[in-house]
């Protein structure tokens, strides 16, 4: 069996993490050690709060069952996660690494920040003469731009320049888009430019470029523009930009190379960042191979992303779509059989055992839930492109045995599949990080989260609608189906039975002198004759057939030959009516005329045309009761005169 090793991540800096495990996947190879790779993201919510339910992912983990671990730290950036996640590698003794971010007790590997962007910037100030450097940076805590930001101001001391304030900028996030905006707006405000910005990142610089050269500001004669994690963007632009390379690839080397060889979980160990000279800070630099691969790149790229979204799409018609639990579970793994160019060749989805009773639970939101509970389901799986049974495995094996292979090394990509705070199962692919590139594996778990909860909406509403339904067609006094019963329910079960060739058996059931009832004994033995005679048919009758207070002594039922072997139902009817006022010491006599018709469903006529004829029908049955009746008064009277 292979040697494992933990990764925890947190994705959105895709770049850094897949260069990481790209480094890591070296390193092992030849060596039968498999990487296992906890990846989540963390994000805010429309309600502006921030969720950290994928942190989850981590409760998978099981750090005994490995052989060493490595917490990218600075990724995570959530201080009560790290705490838990510490205290209980520690607690297993296995040799572990922080990557970027100290945690006590545990060995710290580290990109060394501060050393390459100190070159950079005192390269541009000696080589190109320099000395008014302004420096952009997000509100981010991350180690790394501390660090960048402590060069900033050591290369401008060693260099005998005064530091400005108002030339260090913190705009809202390190990210593209905030930093455009940013630029855009200090070029439109009329500012005075720096000789060059130092940017915190590339994402900032290549925003920054753009900003130059939509208002023809020539760099680098004008400005000169600094980033940091030479991007491969940052090669082909024009000017190509000055960075530095945070050799994330050799930091995972190097971490799995100190796993194997022993660590000190007191020591602190660094790589070095080294600057990358272009032209954006005035040096020469040839970028035309570069520049070529990348320009063939992006065609490849825009369709890979049309592709995705297409993906997406269909997965959220997928939970639109299905109207029941067993529907979904088989569209989600014909679709994922046939379409898996992003999930990889060797895929699971994993929900937890009790997946499915979730999906028909009528809350309207679910309980917060961070557990994936002791075993998992697989709703799909493939392996080597093949669709593979499902199979529910013990949640501490992580993956199907059909995955794992002993002859070379394999790196495993986990993800969490959630929805707010409740989390539904995980996703894993084997050999496969395209869900690490760019947003790709946050929008396909918050896609396949967020296709899980329509669904389940849905059914609720379904749910709910039809308990509505069942409230609004319900007869309060008898607990029967009232008039509305007859059209909601009856005239659709009658079209049905006609359609599936079903006979429509009818039965016509009318209390027997109800009017004496109630004007003899008052309305209250009249509620109480009623609720009797309904509680003797629906008692009689199958449970799939309707009873309907069709009027205020008349109950009508509607069924079908589907459950109906010609059972004498009126009898039956009379004879449980019978029973129960055998034992009720009535003051009168309770009894009820019955009629019976059945309606082949070749037979050309309406609903309302078969009720009017089985009322007939039992009219008859009414007429013989009260003659019978009316026969045995004059017996009385007349044994009465004698």
């Known amino acids: 069996m292979n040697r494992r090793i933990a990764v925890l991540a947190c994705g959105w800096s895709s770049y850094f993490l897949k260069q990481f495990v790209q480094g890591m996947m070296n390193a092992v190879e030849g060596k039968n050690i498999d990487i296992y790779v906890f990846n989540t993201y963390k994000y805010t919510e429309y309600s502006g709060f921030p969720n950290y339910t994928g942190f989850s992912i981590f409760n998978l983990i099981n750090y005994e069952d490995f052989d060493g671990v490595v917490i990218l730290s600075d990724l995570i950036d959530n201080a009560r996660v790290l705490e838990r996640e510490r205290l209980k590698i520690i607690k297993s003794q296995k040799p572990a690494l922080t990557i970027n971010k100290k945690l006590q007790g545990i060995c710290c590997l580290r990109v060394d920040n501060y050393s390459g962007m100190y070159q950079v910037i005192s390269h541009v100030i000696r080589m190109h003469n320099v000395t008014n450097i302004a420096y952009v940076a997000g509100k981010e805590n991350a180690v790394d731009i501390a660090e960048r930001y402590k060069a900033y101001r050591t290369a401008l001391e060693d260099n005998n320049i005064q530091i400005d304030m108002d030339k260090v900028f913190t705009i809202d996030s390190c990210d593209y888009h905030c930093a455009y905006k940013f630029f855009d707006d200090y070029i439109k405000s009329g500012k005075e430019l720096p000789q060059a910005f130092c940017c915190a990142n590339d994402l900032i610089a290549l925003a920054l470029l753009k900003v130059c050269v939509e208002n023809k500001i020539k760099v680098p004669e004008q400005m000169k523009i600094i980033g940091f994690d030479n991007m491969v963007q940052t090669?082909?632009?024009?000017?190509?930009?000055?960075?530095?390379?945070?050799?994330?690839?050799?930091?995972?080397?190097?971490?799995?190379?100190?796993?194997?060889?022993?660590?000190?979980?007191?020591?602190?160990?660094?790589?070095?960042?080294?600057?990358?000279?272009?032209?954006?800070?005035?040096?020469?630099?040839?970028?035309?191979?570069?520049?070529?691969?990348?320009?063939?790149?992006?065609?490849?790229?825009?369709?890979?992303?049309?592709?995705?979204?297409?993906?997406?799409?269909?997965?959220?018609?997928?939970?639109?779509?299905?109207?029941?639990?067993?529907?979904?579970?088989?569209?989600?793994?014909?679709?994922?059989?046939?379409?898996?160019?992003?999930?990889?060749?060797?895929?699971?989805?994993?929900?937890?055992?009790?997946?499915?009773?979730?999906?028909?639970?009528?809350?309207?939101?679910?309980?917060?839930?961070?557990?994936?509970?002791?075993?998992?389901?697989?709703?799909?799986?493939?392996?080597?492109?093949?669709?593979?049974?499902r199979e529910m495995i013990p949640i501490r094996d992580l993956i199907p045995a059909k995955m794992k292979t002993s002859d070379k090394s394999n790196v495993f990509l986990f993800m969490p599949i959630f929805h707010h705070s409740y989390v539904y199962g995980y996703f894993v692919t084997k050999n496969n990080l395209t869900m690490i590139d760019n947003r790709y594996g946050y929008l396909w778990t918050h896609n396949m989260g967020t296709g899980i909860e329509h669904f389940r909406k849905k059914n609720m509403f379904k749910q709910m609608s039809q308990q509505y339904l069942r409230l609004s067609t319900k007869d309060a006094l008898s607990g029967a189906l009232n008039r509305q019963g007859l059209d909601k329910l009856a005239k659709p079960f009658y079209a049905s039975n006609k359609k599936n060739g079903l006979t429509t058996v009818l039965f016509f059931v009318d209390i027997n002198k109800m009017k004496h009832i109630n004007d003899k004994f008052g309305h209250l033995h009249g509620d109480l004759a009623v609720k009797t005679v309904a509680a003797a048919v629906l008692e009689t009758i199958p449970k799939n057939w309707l009873c309907i207070r069709y009027g205020g002594d008349e109950f009508l039922v509607v069924g079908n030959s589907k459950n109906y072997n010609g059972e004498d139902y009126c009898s039956m009817i009379k004879e449980r009516l019978a029973k129960k006022?055998?034992?009720?010491?009535?003051?009168?006599?309770?009894?009820?005329?019955?009629?019976?018709?059945?309606?082949?469903?070749?037979?050309?006529?309406?609903l309302e045309q078969a009720v009017e004829t089985v009322d007939n029908i039992m009219y008859e049955q009414k007429q013989a009761f009260h003659k019978e009746d009316d026969n045995k008064k004059e017996e009385k009277e007349s044994e009465a005169k004698a």
């Not at 191979?289 to 018609?317: C, P, V, W």
């Not at 990889?344 to 639970?361: A, E, P, R």
């Not at 034992?583 to 309406?606: E, K, R």
């Open 235 to 389: 090669q082909c632009t024009k000017p190509s930009i000055t960075t530095v390379n945070n050799n994330a690839e050799l930091l995972g080397t190097e971490a799995v190379n100190r796993l194997i060889n022993g660590i000190n979980p007191m020591q602190t160990l660094s790589v070095k960042s080294n600057p990358v000279l272009r032209q954006s800070c005035g040096c020469s630099y040839s970028t035309t191979s570069a520049q070529n691969l990348f320009t063939l790149n992006i065609l490849d790229e825009a369709n890979k992303k049309e592709a995705f979204d297409s993906h997406l799409e269909t997965m959220g018609e997928i939970y639109t779509e299905a109207a029941d639990v067993f529907t979904l579970l088989t569209n989600i793994e014909n679709f994922f059989v046939k379409s898996h160019s992003f999930e990889g060749t060797d895929f699971c989805i994993f929900m937890k055992s009790d997946w499915t009773s979730v999906l028909i639970n009528s809350a309207e939101n679910l309980p917060q839930n961070f557990s994936y509970g002791s075993q998992v389901q697989s709703v799909c799986s493939v392996q080597g492109n093949q669709k593979y049974l």
């Open 581 to 606: 006022t055998s034992i009720m010491h009535l003051p009168y006599n309770l009894s009820a005329s019955v009629g019976t018709y059945s309606v082949p469903p070749q037979m050309d006529i309406t």
